[in-house]
């Protein structure tokens, strides 16, 4: 992973709501939940969940699916688990810079 997209992952799960929906999701496994769902969790206007979830689609955080009437959320856990090897690999390395 390039430091410019975990630069642009890190800042979007800065925000309190963003984090929420994400931890949310990855709570869920691989179904998913409905955004109906993850509305009624957060107590948050539906505009302003649309907003926070597309900022983690963006960074491919979360993606989304219509089934009929229903919009699924899911967790991208190979994006996950590459933000998770990259702070091992840059930040957690014996290397010490001077």
Same mark, same amino acid.
């Given at each position: ?7 642009? #992952? ?8 963003? +984090? ?12 998913? +939940? ?14 302003? +969940?649309?907003?926070?979830? #597309? ?5 491919? +955080? ?11 959320? $899911?967790?991208?856990? $190979? ?20």
């Amino acid at each position: 992973m390039q430091i410019i997209h975990a630069a642009n #992952a890190f800042k979007e799960l800065g925000h309190p709501t963003r +984090l929420s929906i994400f931890t949310l999701l990855v709570k869920a496994g691989h179904g998913g +939940l409905p955004v109906g769902r993850l509305q009624e969790n957060l107590q948050v206007p539906n505009s302003t +969940l649309s907003h926070h979830i #597309a900022k983690l689609t963006s960074v491919g +955080l979360v993606k989304q699916e219509r089934d009929g009437r229903v919009l699924n959320c $899911t967790a991208q856990y $190979t994006n996950l688990n590459a933000l998770i090897d990259f702070l091992q690999e840059e930040c957690c390395s014996d290397a010490v810079v001077e």
